[in-house]
């Protein structure tokens, strides 16, 4: 599919359209990212202010994916901007790798939140099956346009819907036996950390961790990522 007829694909069928068009080399990331904008294959579009795509380099040599857009992605418009943005950063530069050559994304692109009670700010719900499931093609096809050396699943729901067979914790930190990359490595998705309570700074010891291992293999792989 050419990129002109992408963007006038009906709203319903943007995601299956793009991952057609990233597959059969007619597409760029920034064309891909307009038609995820109108995107209406679930209803979660309708609450959110606006469609949260992945950012960074396109090729690259790594790429990270999430969970969805929390409520400071929602607003600003980009991927791990807010408090786990804020994680994920330093783990990277603490494991050795920039962020800034890598690109970083979510299976779901809309936020799914419901009221805080007493509070202004929105608090987050985990998509569903559905949900992320109308979404995955838009991963999907970020995935063939980055060509990424090294991905990392961050969380259960990156990992469910990529990986199904493997479980975060029991596998996290060593290479998955997935197609999408080189080297599939899962570990938790940041926010668990900031949940983590007494136990956060062993939590995120655990993650800079998992992050080692991606850098030593992008080390051994190539030119340094960091």
């Not at 990331?29 to 579009?45: K, S, T």
């Not at 309708?46 to 380099?57: D, E, N, S, Y």
């Not at 987050?124 to 995955?136: F, R, S």
């Amino acid at each position: 599919m050419r990129s002109a007829s992408l963007a006038a694909a009906p709203p319903k069928d943007r995601p299956a359209a793009a991952l057609a068009a990233a597959r059969s080399g007619t597409v760029e990331l920034d064309e891909v990212r307009a038609a995820a904008a109108g995107c209406r294959a679930c209803d979660l579009w309708a609450r959110a202010t606006q469609t949260v795509f992945g950012k960074g380099p396109v090729p690259t040599r790594l790429m990270l994916v999430g969970e969805q857009p929390g409520d400071h992605e929602d607003v600003e418009g980009e991927p791990f901007v807010g408090p786990a943005g804020g994680v994920l950063a330093r783990g990277l530069e603490e494991a050795g790798i920039d962020r800034e050559r890598a690109f970083v994304t979510n299976v779901v692109k809309h936020f799914k939140w419901r009221p805080n009670p007493g509070g202004r700010r929105r608090l987050h719900e985990k998509p569903n099956k559905v949900e992320v499931g109308a979404c995955l093609p838009w991963v999907e096809a970020e995935l063939e346009l980055v060509r990424p050396e090294a991905l990392v699943l961050l969380g259960a729901t990156a990992l469910s819907a990529l990986g199904p067979a493997f479980s975060v914790m029991r596998d996290r930190g060593k290479p998955l036996d997935l197609e999408y990359a080189p080297l599939v490595l899962t570990t938790v998705h940041p926010s668990s950390i900031l949940r983590a309570g007494a136990g956060r700074h062993a939590a995120y010891r655990a993650f800079v961790r998992d992050l080692r291992v991606v850098a030593r293999w992008l080390d051994r792989a190539g030119a340094s990522p960091a």
